[in-house]
């Protein structure tokens, strides 16, 4: 595709629910990036992968959050049982190839909100 | 769309002047700095970046510095035009490793 798309654009979930956010990288990329980011604040690093492999996943908050990237395109976000401070936008970026010194490329963002 | 950076700090500008957006980074072996913009209700997009073995870099209408001594980013926009109108992010990336981390943010304002 053109660009990075992300699904969905909003979401609201009752606390406890279940979520997954879905991102779809620019084709060829080989690497994918999620982000979080709380309003009036910038994106907070998540997770990182190299093709299917996830190497960092340093930044996700807690074991309620999961990503997968199973066949190095399309990645999943699922965050489980969500919490009221799991509200921000959720960001995915990719690059042509891997490393932390290449251009990235974001999507729009799904706005996640946790009542 | 939800708005981006509601606390953040503020630069007015009048339309035509030139903006200077500043930023402190936290990692001295970053090696790798980019600027992006943010529009409400949009992700990031890519402005312009600098290599830690460089000190200024010139784009269209833009012009990114890098002082490593005091760990210094800053952003010049020459003829500011309402369209420039978002909130700036500074973002480091260090070799080896993964992650960019952004700092806080700027509000950019342009008065007609």
């Known amino acids: 595709g053109a660009g990075v798309s992300q699904s969905p654009r909003y979401k609201v979930a009752k606390r406890g629910q279940d979520v997954a956010l879905r991102c779809d990288p620019i084709?060829?990329?080989?690497?994918l990036f999620w982000y979080q980011q709380a309003l009036g604040q910038g994106p907070e690093f998540l997770t990182y992968?190299?093709?299917?492999?996830?190497?960092?996943k340093s930044g996700l908050p807690s074991d309620r959050f999961f990503a997968e990237r199973p066949e190095g395109s399309v990645s999943t976000l699922k965050i489980q049982r969500t919490q009221q401070e799991d509200s921000a936008v959720y960001l995915c970026?990719?690059?042509?190839?891997?490393?932390?010194?290449?251009?990235?490329?974001f999507g729009p963002g799904t706005r996640l909100t946790v009542l | 769309g939800e708005s981006v950076g509601l606390h953040l700090p503020t630069l007015s500008v009048q339309e035509g002047d030139n903006s200077i957006i500043n930023c402190a980074y936290s990692n001295s072996a970053s090696d790798y700095f980019i600027w992006y913009k943010q529009e409400s209700g949009k992700g990031p997009q890519f402005i312009i970046d600098?290599?830690?073995?460089?000190d200024k870099r010139q784009g269209q209408r833009v012009t990114v510095l890098l002082n490593k001594t005091v760990k210094h980013l800053s952003l010049q926009i020459a003829a500011t035009q309402p369209g420039d109108s978002a909130v700036y992010f500074c973002a480091e990336g260090e070799a080896g490793t993964y992650k960019y981390i952004f700092g806080t943010g700027t509000r950019l304002k342009v008065l007609a």
């Open positions: 992968f190299q093709n299917e492999a996830q190497l960092d």
């Open positions: 970026a990719s690059t042509r190839s891997g490393g932390a010194l290449n251009e990235q490329f």
């Open positions: 084709s060829g990329h080989v690497s």
């Open positions: 600098i290599r830690s073995n460089m």
